[in-house]
């Protein structure tokens, strides 16, 4: 993999959630040929293995672990995991995350004409499962991961969390109350956070990606016979830079947040990295 420079993480421990995802398993392999040693975490093991073998096989060091950011039991195991392979972590990003079609409303605005139509799902026809569903494991996926892997890094400098958040952090998209409660509540915790940690030693920061095509948001941006959705159409014309990001280039903005020699008096921040998404009225 090309790095765009190369930070002083040799050694560090990194762990990221949701690192056999599409963006999280470029990260892994960014930051681990960077001389990192990085923890895989991910609900499904056998994807992170496979992260983590791709990795080995260009000689560095990675582990797969299984982990379900949704339950303590997990992490718990997951960090003694860690902590046996490799003896601490000293680097948390937070990558798991996403929305889900069930929590999606079907229309953009309330319309009464469809609303009570068989296969119409209206902001009223939302179900609270669902819902909690996509933000429990946005943000208390986010929260979780935290508070069992930061204890290891208190008062140990270079100590770093990142947090993943989204457009949505900004301005809620449309369709998807819950991923964008979520994402807001993820960067009002990353500021509260890096606070809190300040005097101890932690920074915290979040990396805001725009519109990337990836597994958990192909259902909105993609028809089964793979032409773009009028929704894709959209996003596209509201972001300046008129195409989606790819992995890559989120990597410039994670090595920089989590390398001290870097961004060492850098906390609290959200970063874009969205091809003028953000800054972009429509107008
Ligand atoms: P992805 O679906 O490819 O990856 C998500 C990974 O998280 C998967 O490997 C999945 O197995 C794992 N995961 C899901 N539930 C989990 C759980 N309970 N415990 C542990 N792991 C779990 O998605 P992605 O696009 O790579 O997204 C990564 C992060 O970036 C997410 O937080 C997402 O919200 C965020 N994001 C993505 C985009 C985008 O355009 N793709 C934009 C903004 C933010």
Known sequence: MKLPFKPNIKDKVVVIT???????????????????????????????????????????????????????????????????????????????????????????FFNKETFGKEDNKSFFDLDLNSFNFVFGLNFTGTLLPTQIFAVDMVDKPGSVILNVSSMNAFTPLTKIPAYSAAKAAVSNFTQWLAVHFAKSNIRVNAI?????????????????????????????????????????????????????????????????????????SGV
């Open 18 to 108: 949701g690192g056999a995802g599409v963006l999280g398993s470029d990260f892994a392999k960014a930051i681990a040929a960077c001389g990192a040693k990085v923890a895989i975490l991910d609900l499904s093991l056998e994807r992170a293995q496979e992260v983590a073998l791709e990795i080995k096989r260009v000689g560095f060091e990675a582990i797969g672990v299984k982990a379900n950011v949704l339950e303590k039991d997990s992490l718990v195991e997951a960090r003694e995991t860690v902590l046996k392979v490799y003896g601490t972590c000293d680097i948390l990003i937070n990558g798991a995350g996403g929305n889900h079609p069930k929590a999606t409303t079907t229309d953009e």
């Open 208 to 280: 805001a990606p725009g519109f990337f095509s990836t597994e958990q948001n192909k259902a909105l941006l993609w028809n089964e016979d793979g032409t773009q959705t009028a929704r894709s159409h959209k996003i596209l014309n509201n972001t300046p830079m008129g195409r989606y990001g790819e992995p890559e280039e989120l990597i410039g903005t994670l090595l920089w947040l989590i390398d001290n020699d870097s961004s060492g008096f850098v906390t609290g921040v959200v970063i874009p990295v969205d091809g003028g998404f953000s800054a972009y």
